[in-house]
């Protein structure tokens, strides 16, 4: 086999593993099935040194000025501005996904490095003079240290981005453990950040999976992790982070919900609807996977939503005709195939079949829709993270909520209508964090944070926006008083009455 090995990224070398019982993992092209690399794990020795890299890297990183971390960033935007092209290729190559699909997501990610730049603002304490009389008081920031971040394979270009950048313009260091099945977009961020002057040791990137995450959270050197993954490694995460004394930000799985009114428009609101639940092949945690129709929508919703699904072509990312990739590997496909399994002996459904279509060399499923799906199905419960859409029917706005409301996930959630009285009840009662009117994937700027609610997040201060600036930093408080300096008086004749 020819695939090269993919390097890690420690102390500023970008090298391959040095053991000799290394485990290597395939990484393949899912279109084709193809390997396109080979991924050896890091150790455990090898992921200690990039900690103890990024720990030797701290002093000296977190004392450089704010604007010229800032100025890192800029540098670092103008080559991903320049490489945006292949990075995206990159994106389509290891996760399957359309070039269109690649290009917005190295898009978004390019956003959260805009954000970083506005360091020198957005790092700024507050102060209030006069707290007590001739008594000043002052916030200020200070970065965290050494910050692990744990990603998942769908986005291998932006997720890791709603980290990296916040964290580094911050003055922390970073040890990225990227998907294993994704990793070459994230060693190609870290070369990106080389050329764009980061010194050696401040980012460095791992491999591996659930071993190598456990070395970050037992290491007493790693004082944050971010991570973003399915809700039991989130969960997993979170406690056990917590627990070692860390600060975790934990991201989990979704089960969104998209609620269309029967006052909605109902064409666009379906080309919405498909672009949330089959774009990049149901694998967003933002991917809208439960429709529920209200009303009299519910027969005209599923024949519209089988109408167009239908008409989605599958292939390569990187053609132009194609509307839809594979999903990220052949087990997936098959627990997929599993659900739609279980569906079909159940009381659902299928409107629309997606096994058995695209290309057969890789791992492609076809949209597939059941119609009919109740809240005691897997169907309903579980995130499947594939192109599976289930419709529900509900009678009115308050039962379409109940449902939403009974998931245990709360990531995202959209109304279809046009009447503002629906739209303002789903605003207010809808228990999820990223919310949509009349939009279907609810995706916060890189200036707002990304809120998901119940399993869909574990922590407090979100990734992104002025959360992940928060998150990314710890702050003082510092009360000063000054008395005026005694003086000596000087008025008085040297000498005087002695
Ligand atoms: P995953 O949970 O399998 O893996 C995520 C990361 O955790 C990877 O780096 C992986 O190596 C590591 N990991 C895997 N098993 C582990 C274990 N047992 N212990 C510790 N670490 C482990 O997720 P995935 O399949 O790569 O990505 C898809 C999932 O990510 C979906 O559930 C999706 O909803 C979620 N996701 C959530 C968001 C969000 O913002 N909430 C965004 C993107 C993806």
């Not at 303002?424 to 949509?436: D, N, P, S």
């Amino acid at each position: 086999m020819s695939a090269t090995k993919v390097n890690s990224f420690i102390g500023g070398t970008f090298r391959e593993s040095t053991a000799e019982d290394v485990f290597v993992d395939p990484v393949f092209d899912p279109a084709t099935g193809e390997t396109i690399a080979l991924l050896p794990y890091s150790t455990k020795e090898e992921i200690d040194e990039a900690v103890r890299a990024a720990r030797s890297a701290f002093p000296d990183w977190s004392n450089v000025p704010v604007p010229d971390r800032a100025q890192v960033m800029f540098r670092f935007k103008n080559l991903l501005e320049e490489h945006f092209e292949e990075l995206s290729l990159l994106v389509v190559r290891e996760n399957g996904k359309t070039l269109p699909e690649a290009r917005g997501e190295v898009r978004r990610a390019i956003e959260v490095v805009d954000l970083a730049c506005g360091a020198p603002t957005l790092l700024m304490g507050t102060n209030l003079d006069q707290i007590a009389d001739g008594i000043d008081e002052e916030l200020v920031r200070f970065p965290v240290g050494v910050c692990a971040g744990i990603t998942p394979f769908n986005f291998p270009n932006m997720v890791p981005l709603w980290m990296i950048p916040v964290a580094l313009v911050a003055g922390n260091t970073f040890v990225h453990k990227p998907s294993q099945r994704t990793p070459l977009s994230a060693v190609r961020i870290g070369e990106l950040l080389a050329e764009a002057g980061l010194p050696d040791g401040v980012f460095n990137v791992v491999h591996g999976a659930k071993e190598a995450v456990d070395v970050l959270l037992a290491h007493p050197e790693v004082d944050a992790i971010s991570v973003v993954g399915s809700v039991g490694v989130a969960s997993y995460i979170y406690a056990t982070a917590a627990a070692n004394g860390k600060r975790v930000q934990a991201l989990g799985g979704a089960k969104n919900h998209l609620i269309v009114m029967d006052d909605a428009d109902l064409e666009r609101s379906v080309t919405a609807l498909i672009s949330s639940a089959f774009g990049n092949a149901g694998q967003r945690c933002l991917a809208g996977s439960v429709a529920v129709g209200v009303g009299s929508v519910g027969e005209e919703l599923v024949r519209e939503l089988t109408d167009q699904a239908s008409r989605l072509r599958l292939g390569p990312g990187a053609e132009p005709e194609t509307d839809m990739g594979p999903v990220i590997r052949d087990e997936r496909r098959k627990e997929l195939i599993g659900y739609i399994e279980e569906g079909q002996e159940g009381e659902a459904t299928l409107a629309l079949d997606g096994r058995g279509l695209g290309p057969s060399q890789g791992f492609f499923l076809g949209p597939t829709i059941f119609d009919g799906v109740t809240p005691d199905m897997r169907l309903w419960k579980e995130e499947l993270f594939g192109p599976v859409l289930s419709v529900l029917r509900a009678t009115d706005i308050d039962e379409a909520l109940g449902m939403l409301n009974a998931s245990a996930y709360g990531n995202a959630a959209s109304i279809f209508t046009s009447s503002g009285h629906n739209a303002r009840e789903f605003k207010r009662r809808a228990e999820a964090g990223m919310l949509g009117v009349n939009v279907g994937v609810a995706a916060p700027m890189a200036f707002f944070p990304f809120t998901g609610w119940k399993s869909s997040f574990f922590g407090d201060l979100h990734a992104t926006g002025l959360d992940g600036f928060r998150f990314y930093t710890k702050q003082k408080v510092v009360t000063s008083r000054w008395w005026l300096a005694p003086t000596l008086d000087h008025s008085q004749p040297e000498g005087r009455g002695h």
